[in-house]
């Protein structure tokens, strides 16, 4: 009987030390992904505003005729960057997806 009686007590006594331990690292966790919320807006805006620029192409397009028209040499530069922007986008496009879907 006092066999089965220490291992019930060793058996709590782990599982209470189990649960204080993913306590701690639930604290930790929410801690440290405090930090990444400034980041994680910044990306949910850069997605909204690319969301509002696919639903309003028009819009854009006049935009961009408009400055291209009026300052081309500095359009043409915007476009080699925007260019640039958007190689890089296509790498990291992928990653904000699973963040935006990690946050909800």
Known sequence: MS???ST???LALQREVLMRR???LREQIARESLRLKPRVRLADTALDAVGWAKANPG?????LGTLFVLRPKRMVGLSLRAWGLWR???????V?????ELRR
């Open 3 to 5: 066999r089965h009686t």
């Open 8 to 10: 019930r007590q060793r």
């Open 22 to 24: 993913s306590m701690l």
């Open 59 to 63: 819009v854009v397009a006049a935009v």
């Open 88 to 94: 890089v986008g296509t790498r990291v496009w992928p």
């Open 96 to 100: 904000l997806r699973v963040l935006r």
